[in-house]
């Protein structure tokens, strides 16, 4: 097939452009020719896959992502394509892959948490309704023909908010690199990247990944500091963001057990220098890192507000924070995961599920949607 794959820009960090990365060499190396339509990629010389810069006004959020999705549609238009598959809201595409979730809900859940002053402010903000124009137009005005939800919680947010009929979204969850993000991974890293941050072998690492810290709970996190029961923990912060105005919110005596690091090329030897792998989002479609952490055999504490809450089963495989905005239901789940005995057996069996999201299974779902595209002319 000959397939257009639109994305505003790749970098290193982030589970969306992550997956973009992967998904698009992957569906080169299969044979297909793959053009990708971005403002920003690091191109590379593998063949089947070419990259179409698109000239991109950056002046704010509002004139960036408007000229992106006009430019996006005008430069798709010039050839023909059997699959147009989109991950952002433009103005052309065949399929939508919803991987940053529904916007709609995401400002829902976000306003629990705002000043009147502030949600006046929000429902004001040109950007956030220029999204939610895109939106509606994707969702409500056959703005495509197929919807990709990541998760069945995205799938449900979509149809709570926008009239979608069930057989126009089609649900595929993400794969993980299984030899990458590994148990074996423990052995080869573990001891090199404690060292390096100091960090002594008995203590247990808990990890965070992820950037825009409001969206994934971080100040929640912090808070919780206050309330776990074993003093010999670290955390260890991973991701790009205002690191000082988010350390305010932890108790000031635990500051000095704090870890902030940039995003990671090879972030999979992090997750093998930690023990517990926590991400307390608002609002998460899915969340990428949490299979990276499963697949590495860490058992993780996810947020009842992410997609992957729903393929965990509680106490076997991980745990499940019910309101992630809530300090002392992390900490108690985070003191739960104290026993070195139920991490390693949750961690054997985060590993036994991660195996089941394979990255071919991943493809085998897109391509699926793919043909039921084409066979309906």
């Known amino acids: 097939m000959k397939i257009a794959v639109i994305r505003q820009k790749y970098v290193n960090y982030g589970g969306a452009e992550s997956f973009v990365a992967q998904y698009t060499s992957q569906l080169a190396h299969a044979g ?62 065949d399929v939508y892959r919803a991987g940053d979730g529904c916007h709609r809900e995401w400002l829902e859940q976000r306003k629990k948490f705002l000043s009147p002053l502030k949600k006046w402010g929000l429902a004001l903000n040109p950007f956030h309704n220029l999204i939610l124009a895109l939106e509606k137009r994707l969702f409500e005005k056959n703005g495509c023909r197929k919807i990709i939800a990541i998760s069945q919680m995205v799938k449900r947010d979509i149809q709570k908010h926008y009239k979608v009929a069930d057989d126009k979204i089609t649900v595929v969850y ?32 808990i990890l965070f990944v992820g950037s ?46 704090i870890n ?3 995003p990671k090329d090879d972030i999979e ?25 499963l697949a590495t055999g860490l058992p993780i504490v996810a947020s009842g507000h992410s997609g992957a809450a729903e393929i965990l089963e509680p106490g076997e495989n991980g745990l499940v924070v019910r309101n992630p905005a ?19 057996s949750m961690g054997h069996k985060a590993r036994l599920l991660a195996e089941q999201f394979t990255q071919e299974k991943n493809m085998g779902g897109m391509m699926q949607v793919y043909e039921e595209i084409k066979n309906s002319g």
């Open 269 to 293: 030897k992090y997750y093998a220098a930690a023990d517990i792998f926590v991400l307390p989002s608002i609002y998460e479609p899915f969340g990428n890192a949490n299979l990276e952490a």
């Open 174 to 205: 993400n794969g993980v690199e299984l030899q990458r993000f590994h148990p074996k991974n423990k052995t080869l890293f573990r001891k090199a990247v404690r060292q390096n941050l100091c960090i002594p072998e008995d203590v247990v690492v």
């Open 326 to 344: 809530d300090p002392k239901e992390i900490a108690d789940k985070i003191n739960t995961l104290f026993d070195p005995n139920l991490r390693e």
């Open 260 to 262: 902030t690091l940039e």
């Open 32 to 93: 297909h020719e793959v053009h990708i339509f971005a403002s920003q990629w690091k191109s590379g010389k593998q063949p089947n896959l070419f990259v179409h810069p698109i000239p991109t006004l950056t002046f704010n959020a509002f004139v960036r992502t408007l000229s992106f999705a006009r430019n996006a549609a005008r430069e798709v238009r010039k050839q023909r394509f059997d699959i147009v598959q989109s991950h952002e809201r433009t103005f052309y595409q």
């Open 212 to 257: 825009g810290f409001e969206r994934k709970g971080l100040k929640f996190l912090l808070q919780s500091l206050e309330f776990l029961k074993s003093d010999n923990w670290r955390l260890l912060l991973m991701g790009k963001g205002n690191w000082d105005r988010y350390l305010d919110f932890a108790p000031e005596g635990k500051r000095k057990k």
